[in-house]
């Protein structure tokens, strides 16, 4: 399906909107990545990738992009073990 989406848009010019929890995914297919935060879903950051395709993961600026996915992740899965009200409360002072 990669080499299916990459095809279709190099050979259309089309633009395309993937929504993908595969943080792999993400980095071999897209040219920009748009972080969101839980819900409600709200824009943490937007990521330009000028790497060429075919992507190769293990090269050092995806890998280290990859970590940073994979902090946000995980920042994000911490939060969820909180309601609302408390991740408000954790955000006031700081």
Known sequence: MQRY???TRERTGATVLLVTHDLAEALTLA???VIMSRAPGTVREVIDISAPHPRDLSHPTLAALMRKLEVHLEAEAALSEF???ER???FEHG
């Open 88 to 90: 408000g409360r954790m």
């Open 83 to 85: 309601t609302a009200e």
């Open 31 to 33: 040219d920009r990545l």
């Open 5 to 7: 989406v990459l095809a």
